[in-house]
Each structure stands twice: as C-alpha cells, then as structure tokens.
C-alpha cells in the first residue's frame, strides 16, 4: 500500500493559502483511505461486485466508495471497512493534545515523536514496527531486572514461567492443567539432581504432565512427542541455568 505524504505535497505547492492546505488534506485523506479499502477488498479475495452484494448495493456504489475522486460518507465507510473485518482509527490533534474519537479497543493512535520517527527510518522500520521492537526490548529487560533483585530459586522460576519468555509460553501451554507454583515447586527438584541426564529426563517428566521424583524415570509416549518434550526439556534448561547463573 503507497502511503502519500502530504508534506511533500504541501511542499510541491507551496502554498500558505488555507484552502489549498485543506485541499490537500482532503486529497492525501482520499487516497489513502481509497488505497487502504482497494487492498484490503484484493486481500479478502472479493471482486467489487461480491462485496457489493455482501453490503446490500450496487457495484457502482462499491467502485465509488473506491474512488478518490469522490466524496466518501463516513456511515458507508465504516459499513466498507466493517464488514471486510477492519477498523478505521479517528484521531483529532490541536496542538500538543491528540483526542482519539474511534473506538479505543480497536487500536490506540499516538502522536510518534519525531525523534522515533527518524530512529525507525534509520533502522529501516515503520515506526509502528520500531515501536513494537522497543517494547519488546523492554519488556524482556523489564523481567530480567526483576529476577534479578528476586533471590529464591522458587520465586526466579515462578516469575520465568509467568513471562512472555517463549519458552515459558510452551511449557505452560503443556502444563494448563497445573499451576504455575506447582510447576515451578517441580522444575526446582529437578534442578537439584546432579547427574545431567537424569535431570533432563525430570523435566522431560514434569513437562510431560507427570509427578517428578528424580532418578532414571524416563517419559512414555510417540516419537515425535518424545523428540518435542527433549527439545523442549533441553531449551528450558539452557534458559534457566542462564537465569540462575549457572552458565555463561
């Protein structure tokens, strides 16, 4: 989707004349909405004419609704974009202030500092993608200086197994049907045996939904659930032995 800088635009026109402003607002306003409704019609596998008939019209009103070239009444915009599953975000900024007049659980709109801006074309990034990289960088810092002022093991794990660790996501996913302070009770007498195999196989154990006990127990089960839960059982290891320190 070509998104159209109106900047640039006001630039070519040099112009300080509030009606050619408005126009150009208008006409950047335009086609994008009318790029944005084209291609997510194309991305839904819909020709003008399937989706005409899926909002009760013509296909001239559709190939309307389309055009840049004409006015667009924001009910039949909404209706549009409503039933090809999507959301049209209104904001309205005076000044510094930015009132988001949309509905707030469809999306938040925020006013991107220009410095941000400028941090994501460098990195190569539209600036909702360097946001989000941003926050995930500090949401996995955020919980590594938590555990990091936690000092039980107990307390370490417990934290691990509640972050959005991927790790973490998996094992709960194995382990819906058990709490997270019983996993982490089991996961810390694993973490006591000393012998490694032995230890993988615990944690193969309780990742397998069983009672860990220590010892030479091993895990029951198809091929490819066996190779799963040793990946698994491998990988959350590595994690937490770097978690709890005790590997470089």
């Not at 159209?4 to 909405?33: C, H, M, P, T």
């Not at 590594?144 to 000092?151: E, K, P, Q």
């Amino acid at each position: 989707m070509k998104k159209y800088n109106f900047q640039d635009w006001l630039k070519a026109k040099v112009s300080d004349d509030s009606e050619v402003i408005l126009a150009g607002k208008l006409e950047y306003l335009r086609l994008y909405l009318t790029d944005a409704m084209r291609e997510l019609r194309t991305q839904a596998g819909l020709t003008q004419a399937q989706l005409a008939q899926e909002l009760g019209v013509q296909q001239a009103a559709v190939s309307k609704l389309e055009s840049a070239l004409k006015d667009h009444e924001l009910e039949s915009v909404l209706k549009y974009l409503h039933t090809l599953g999507a959301q049209l975000l209104i904001g309205v900024k005076q000044g510094e202030k930015l009132y988001q007049v949309s509905d707030t659980e469809s999306g938040l709109l925020i006013d991107v500092p220009i410095e941000v801006q400028q941090l994501a074309s460098i990195a190569g990034m539209s600036p909702r993608e360097y946001v989000l990289s941003a926050i995930e960088h500090f949401s996995h810092k955020a919980t590594s200086l938590r555990l990091g002022s936690v000092t039980s093991v107990r307390q370490k794990l417990t934290m691990f197994l509640e972050s959005d660790d991927s790790v973490a996501v998996q094992v709960r996913e194995r382990l819906r049907d058990k709490t997270i302070s019983e996993t982490a009770a089991e996961l810390e007498n694993c973490l006591s045996i000393s012998e490694e195999d032995d230890r993988i196989s615990a944690v193969k154990k309780v990742l397998a939904g069983g009672v860990t006990t220590g010892g030479n127990n091993r895990d029951s089960g198809d091929d490819n659930d066996e190779i799963e839960l040793l990946d698994l059982a491998e990988e959350l290891l590595d994690k937490l032995a770097k978690m709890l320190g005790n590997r470089d």
